[in-house]
């Protein structure tokens, strides 16, 4: 079955950019999504199809594809983005949707 | 607005059967596929199976073949996951997820609050 690898957490001062890596086997093929999640609340989408963004999600959030790794950027960073960040795709061998492992962004 | 409300969680024993349900508003449900992802303690999201919106196809993790069984009523507006022959590690808040209209491939859109389903004796 198809694998996405996330670093596990990510710390990043406030104002700064943070990127949140996604990696799998010729990625740049597949659309990927990602959701944030913060505690105890349920995730929502922030970034479509590898780069598009759903509205009411803020311009400092975007996201690109490329060879065999996916990245999520947030710009400026507030600390009211401090969540776990998950990417997402589909796996059209198995009809199944595949998970990474989510990484924690800290703000430092 | 659009509102995804699960029900039906609770505390059930190894090899015991929960019947989980979801009612959704706010939306053409019989246009879009629908997805069950669930969350164990402290870990990941995991997909768990998904629907066609028409009830035609359906796609179940590896993990939960055989025992699980998605299903969706676009009468009543209402999407369902039959938990069989559940394990400890099945224990996890459940969330009943909107896709696209188009396939499975597009994003999952919008997100219930969960229910969480306890194995336990």
């Known amino acids: 079955s198809y694998v996405l690898t996330q670093p596990p957490s990510v710390p990043v001062a406030p104002g700064e950019t943070a990127s949140i890596t996604c990696g799998g086997v010729?990625?740049?093929?597949?659309?990927v999504h990602w959701y944030q999640q913060k505690p105890g609340q349920s995730p929502v989408l922030v970034i479509y199809?590898?780069?598009d963004r759903p509205s009411g999600i803020p311009e400092r959030f975007s996201g690109s594809n490329s060879g065999n790794t996916a990245t999520l950027t947030i710009s400026r960073l507030e600390a009211g983005d401090e969540a776990d960040y998950y990417c997402?795709?589909?796996?059209?061998?198995?009809?199944?949707?595949?998970f990474g492992g989510g990484t924690k962004l800290t703000v430092l | 607005e659009v509102r995804l409300v699960e029900s039906g969680g609770g505390l059930v024993q190894p090899g015991g059967s929960l019947r989980l349900s979801c009612a959704a508003s706010?939306?053409?449900?019989?246009?879009?596929?629908m997805s069950w992802v669930r969350q164990a303690p402290g870990k990941g999201l995991e997909w768990v199976a998904n629907?066609?919106?028409?009830?035609?196809?359906?796609y179940h993790v590896d993990s939960v073949k055989g025992r699980f069984t998605v299903s969706r009523d676009n009468a009543k507006n209402s999407l369902s996951l039959q938990l069989n022959r559940l394990r400890p590690d099945d224990a996890a808040v459940y969330y009943c997820?909107?896709?696209?209209?188009?396939?499975?491939?597009?994003?999952?859109?919008?997100w219930g609050q969960g229910t969480m389903v306890t194995v336990s004796s």
């Open positions: 199809s590898d780069a």
């Open positions: 997402q795709v589909w796996d059209s061998s198995t009809g199944h949707r595949v």
């Open positions: 010729d990625i740049e093929r597949k659309s």
């Open positions: 629907i066609k919106s028409d009830g035609s196809e359906k």
């Open positions: 997820v909107r896709d696209g209209t188009s396939g499975p491939w597009e994003a999952l859109e919008m």
């Open positions: 706010g939306f053409s449900f019989g246009n879009y596929w």
